[in-house]
C-alpha cells in the first residue's frame, strides 16, 4: 500500500494583521470603559436623588399654613447647608437676597416677607393665599435650579 499519493502538502494560514484577542483581554480592556460609565450613572442619580427628595419634601408642605411656610424655608436651608455653606446662617432680607441672587426668578416682597416673619409670628397671624403659592414655586424653582 502506498499512501503517499493520498499526502497533501501542509498550507500555512494567511497571515493577518489583527489577532484575535480572548476574553480575558477584551474584559481587561473594556473594564475602565465601563467603571467610567458606571460612575457616571451613579453621579448623575446621585444628584437627581437629592433635588427629588428636596421636591418631596415641599410636596408635603402644601397647605396653606405658617408650618407649611417654615417647613419651606428648612428645605432651603438643608440644601444650602450642603451647597453653600456660608448662607445658611443668613436671615431676615440677607437671606431672602441670597435666594434671589441664586436664581433667575425672583421672590414677590409679600412671599419674601412671609418666609422672613413666617417663624416668629403668631400662630393665628394670617397671610395671602396666594403667598403661599408663591413661595412654593419659587422654592421648586429654586431647588430645579441649585441642585
Not at 437671606?95 to 416682597?109: E, G, I, S
Request: charged share 25%; glycine share 2%.
Amino acid at each position: 500500500m502506498d499512501n503517499l499519493p493520498l499526502l497533501r502538502d501542509i498550507h500555512l494560514p494567511e497571515e493577518s494583521l489583527f489577532f484575535p484577542l480572548g476574553y480575558g483581554w477584551i474584559l481587561i480592556f473594556s473594564l475602565p470603559i465601563v467603571i467610567y460609565f458606571c460612575y457616571r450613572i451613579f453621579k448623575y442619580i446621585q444628584i437627581k436623588s437629592k433635588k427629588y427628595y428636596a421636591l418631596m419634601l415641599l410636596q408635603s408642605a402644601q397647605d396653606n399654613s405658617l408650618e407649611s411656610a417654615i417647613k419651606v424655608s428648612e428645605i432651603l436651608r438643608r440644601i444650602c447647608l450642603y451647597k453653600y455653606k456660608n448662607a445658611v446662617s443668613l436671615f431676615g432680607n440677607e437671606w431672602v437676597d441670597f435666594l434671589n441672587a441664586h436664581t433667575q426668578k425672583k421672590l414677590n416682597p409679600d412671599a419674601a416677607e412671609l418666609l422672613v416673619y413666617a417663624p416668629y409670628v403668631k400662630k393665628d397671624k394670617v397671610f395671602k393665599n396666594q403667598d403661599y403659592q408663591i413661595l412654593r414655586d419659587f422654592a421648586k424653582w429654586w431647588i430645579g435650579e441649585n441642585l
